[in-house]
């Protein structure tokens, strides 16, 4: 069992920055991927971006690569999501999920994805 916590989330004005973190209980979240998803109103959730086990491989959507970084230290058991020049459409509720396979690839479905958190609030206003 995995449980998973969303922190840094708020109201920041387009252009500004963010960073959300993830903290997660379990001993062995070391060997888990991990996702970072949204859910706007109305809107499927989505995919953003995704670290393996080892961080030896990220994934990102088109829409944020180059904006957002994603990292993580097993160490604290926290996955961080870095997002600088925030646009209007990137607000959403945001939610980080564990996909309990230690594999290299970083994958963006949310049917891989077993353990959610209970996601955090992003608006950017424009």
């Known amino acids: 069992q995995v449980q998973l916590v969303e922190s840094g989330g708020g109201l920041v004005q387009a252009g500004g920055s963010l960073i959300l973190s993830c903290a997660a209980s379990?001993?062995?979240?070391?060997?888990?991927?991990v996702g970072w998803f949204r859910q706007a109103p109305g809107k499927e959730r989505e995919f953003v971006a995704g670290?393996?086990?080892?961080?030896?491989?990220?994934a990102y959507a088109g829409s944020v690569k180059a904006r957002f970084t994603i990292s993580r230290d097993n160490a604290k058991n926290t996955i961080y999501l870095q997002m600088n020049n925030l646009k209007p459409e990137d607000t959403a509720e945001y939610f980080c999920?564990?996909?309990?396979?230690?594999?290299?690839?970083?994958?963006?479905?949310?049917?891989?994805?077993?353990?959610w958190g209970q996601g955090t609030q992003v608006t950017v206003s424009s």
């Open positions: 379990g001993r062995t979240f070391s060997t888990y991927g």
């Open positions: 670290i393996n086990w080892s961080a030896s491989s990220t």
């Open positions: 999920a564990v996909d309990p396979m230690k594999i290299t690839v970083v994958r963006s479905s949310v049917r891989y994805y077993t353990y």
